[in-house]
Structures are given as C-alpha cells and as structure tokens.
C-alpha cells in the first residue's frame, strides 16, 4: 500500500524525502483561487520520478451549482488542472463533489456532474482518472452522505471516474467509518485513494478541520481498519509540517505491517 502526504507544490520530491512518503498530493495552482495552472519547470522530473503523483483540484471550483458564474468557470478550470496534472504524470486528480445552494433541486447538481463530463469527453477527455472526493459540510452537497454519492454515481458512473474517500470528512459529514468501505464501494465500485485523516471535530459537525491521525477525536484503530479494507493508497492530509506528517506515515505503516 502506498502512503503518502500532501506536500507544498514547490518542491515536491524534495518534500516527500523529507516525510519518507511513496506518495505525495499537491495543488497547480492557489487552492482558492480561479487562475488556471501554469507549466511546469520541473514537468519532466515529476513525471520520471518513483514517487507517485497526486494532484488536488482548488477547493473554489464548484461544477455542481446551478450558479453559471461559478459552474462554467469550474468546469473549464477542472479540465485545465487535469490537463496539467497527466502532465506531470499524476495518477489522479482529486476535486471535491460540490452542491448546489439552498432551494435550488438537488437533482441539478447531479445532472451538472453528468455535464461535466460529457464537456470534458467533447474536449478530448481529462487525460487522467479525475477522483471525486466525499465532503464534510453542507445540507446540499453531492458527495457528503451516501445517499447523495449515490445519486451522483447514478449520474456519472457510466464515465471514467474514480473515488477518493476523506475519513474525517466522512465523520464530519455524518457516515459511520465502521464498515463505510464496504458500503462505498457497494455505490460506486470502487475507492482509488483514502485521503487519511483524524478530525477535531464531533460526528455529523459538518466541520472540515483535520487533525494527525492518532490526536483526533475518531478512535485511530477505526482509521486503519478503513485504510485496510479500502486497499488503496493513502494520503494524509495533516498538520505539523514535516515532521506532523512523516509520524503519520510511519504511524499507519506500522499498523498496517508496511
Ligand atoms: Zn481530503
């Protein structure tokens, strides 16, 4: 199993060396901003590197809302980071489900999921696998509860998508984590990467804030119980720099028998 952390995109072989990471996750661009991402200098080295590469979409796109301003923009800025990312070699990209705001049909942010795919198939396709990743927060999000990962499957598994699965945004959100791999892959088939992170806030709190895997408030045993029946690489997405993240690593790779 691979394990991995998200890194600064300034370096980020450096950074792995640096966390003992098989793995590292980084974004092209600001994560909360609307500029499309820029070439890289080090492209080339990146995608020779055995370090396997993962890309994180910025936080602001929304391809789900029925918002035009927000939606278009967002979809053309996905197809352009995962253009960006096949560039430099990366296994996937990673963007969070979206929603759709208060009164509008939730039903249209599935169907502005199926949309953007069927743009992006027009266009040539993603290049890479784009991995839709669980959220913690909001009463009108795609893929915060099961329920609603359904029916955006319903909408877009007939593409090549993939899924990656946030342990603390599945608590935050309100999803049991005892069992939760098996009942995601039972929606969507599969689960391409674990986004493996503790929490600092309650069950169902709707909160994203991360914690280091063994200082939160889900039970790390539950952690690694997620990690070893989802059977995918895993990133952990935690504070304390460096050093936060290689005890992580070295955490999970000791329960794990890695
Ligand atoms: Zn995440």
Redesign the pocket.
């Known amino acids: 199993m691979l394990i991995g952390a ?1 890194v600064d995109s300034a370096a980020p072989l450096d950074e792995a060396a640096a966390r003992g990471a098989d793995a590292v996750q980084f974004f092209l661009a600001d994560p909360q901003g609307w500029k499309a991402p820029v070439p890289r200098a080090d492209a080339a080295a990146l995608a020779a590197a055995d370090t396997v590469l993962y890309v ?1 979409a910025p936080y602001v796109l929304n391809v789900a809302t029925a918002n035009n301003r927000i939606r278009i923009p967002s979809r053309k800025l996905l197809l352009a980071h995962a253009r960006a990312a096949a560039a430099v070699g990366a296994a996937g990209l ?1 963007v969070h489900g979206g929603h759709v705001n208060r009164g509008d049909d939730p039903e249209t942010g599935f169907d502005n999921w199926r949309k953007t795919f069927a743009y992006a198939a027009d266009s040539g396709g993603f290049g890479l696998p784009l991995l839709i ?1 669980n959220t913690a927060g909001g009463e009108h999000a795609c893929a915060r509860r099961l329920d609603a990962l359904k029916r955006l499957w319903d909408a877009v598994g007939d593409h090549e998508v993939g899924f ?1 699965l ?1 342990t ?2 599945a608590h935050a959100g309100g999803e049991e984590l005892l069992g939760l791999a098996d009942r995601v892959r039972s929606v969507t088939g599969r689960i391409d990467l674990v ?1 493996a ?1 503790n929490s600092r806030d309650p069950f169902d709190s709707g909160r994203d804030r ?1 914690a280091n895997l063994a200082d939160g408030v889900i039970d790390p045993a539950l952690l690694v119980a997620v990690l070893r029946a989802a059977g995918a690489p895993a ?1 952990v ?1 935690t504070p304390g720099g460096a050093a936060g993240q290689a005890r992580d690593i070295a955490y999970l790779r000791d329960k794990l028998g890695r």
């Open positions: 998200h994180h990673i990743e990656c946030d603390c945004h986004h992170n991360h990133i997405e």
